[in-house]
């Protein structure tokens, strides 16, 4: 699964890449939020994965710059 999303974000543009970055830092927060307020995510492994999905993102970013 990380390897697909590995590519996808790969092939993306930089542009793209920054507003992806934006969205999922925000589904990252959301899901903060919902853990601090005791509900509970929708996925146990949603912040993980989300964590991984920007680190994945920066590095790409870092690389082409």
Known sequence: MSNK????????GAEE???KLLE???ELLKD???VLTG???KSAGR???SKKIIARIK???A???
């Open 5 to 12: 999303i590995y590519k996808g974000i790969k092939d993306l």
């Open 32 to 34: 903060h939020v919902q």
């Open 17 to 19: 890449l920054k507003k």
């Open 59 to 61: 590095m790409v970013l």
């Open 63 to 65: 690389g082409r710059s």
């Open 24 to 26: 999922v830092k925000k």
């Open 47 to 49: 912040i993980k994965r």
């Open 39 to 41: 509900v509970t995510p």
